[in-house]
């Protein structure tokens, strides 16, 4: 039996602006999970609930980042080892020059946008920015980048996460050795810096509902999430193991 969650899109909401806000401290490049793979052909098993999102969603959910709070914005820095072997982070703001790189809703002739097209979450996101080049000083620069989204869950920690891959980046009109330096560091910074994304956290998904009238609680884990990717859709499958327990359980 299909249960179609309508409150999922809210949850689903609160994770893609952490991801468009791209904030968080460096992570570990291990990613949590495993892939999350397509519905088998045979149809969902029993418990699974399922919730469609289309562009003009995602489209909703950029305006409103770009309308109303600060753009997305994060330092682009440079990792160098000693002589010793050990792994330095160079400084991201050197001789008044900050280097970093700010999302744009638009730039380059390019829009930032979510597209579900081919099988793929795809999110081309324009930019601009300023790098500190040592002998040429701070550049500015603007440009573009071309990113997927992969989702990705974790059963023990029952959360999804998302793995944004930077394919390309095109800056435009600057010398080409500092071109080729800032690509590799704005396809780095974003790789290394944002991911894991963690889109839906164990308090979105587990569920505990009291019911009275049996005098327990009805409680629930997921088992599996699936993924649906049609040209224009994404449609989230999340498969529940429920279970009922004696007594109403406090809220968590």
């Known amino acids: 039996m299909r249960y179609i969650l309508t409150l999922l ?6 994770g893609l602006l952490v991801f468009f806000l791209l904030v968080g401290a460096p992570r570990a490049n291990r990613l949590p999970g495993a892939p999350v793979k397509a519905p088998d052909a045979g149809g969902d098993p029993p418990g699974t609930a399922l919730i469609v999102l289309d562009k003009q969603f995602f489209d909703t959910v950029l305006a409103a980042i770009f309308r109303d709070m600060n753009a997305p914005s994060f330092q682009l820095s440079k990792i160098a080892e000693s002589n010793d072997g050990a792994r330095l982070e160079l400084a991201a703001f050197q001789n008044g020059c900050a280097s970093a790189v700010t999302l744009l809703p638009e730039g380059s002739n390019v829009k930032t946008e979510v597209r579900i097209e081919n099988g793929k979450i795809l999110a081309p996101l324009a930019f601009k920015g ?4 040592p002998f040429v000083g701070c550049v500015q620069f603007t440009g573009w980048a071309q990113a997927n989204l992969a989702l ?11 793995q944004l891959n930077v394919e390309s980046v095109t800056v435009d009109g600057t010398p080409p050795l500092v071109g080729t330096v800032v690509t590799g ?3 780095g910074a974003i790789n290394q810096r944002v991911n894991p994304i963690q889109i839906l956290q164990s308090h979105q998904l587990k569920l505990s509902v009291p019911v009275k009238a049996s005098e327990g609680t009805l409680n629930a884990q997921v088992k599996d999430v699936r993924a649906q990717i049609n040209n224009g859709t994404l449609a989230l499958h999340i498969t529940y193991q429920f279970n009922g327990q004696k007594g109403i359980q406090p809220a968590s």
């Open 9 to 14: 899109a809210g949850i689903v909401l609160g």
């Open 152 to 162: 990705r869950f974790d059963e023990s920690q029952q959360a999804v996460f998302g």
């Open 185 to 187: 560091l704005v396809q």
């Open 130 to 133: 300023s790098y500190n080049a």
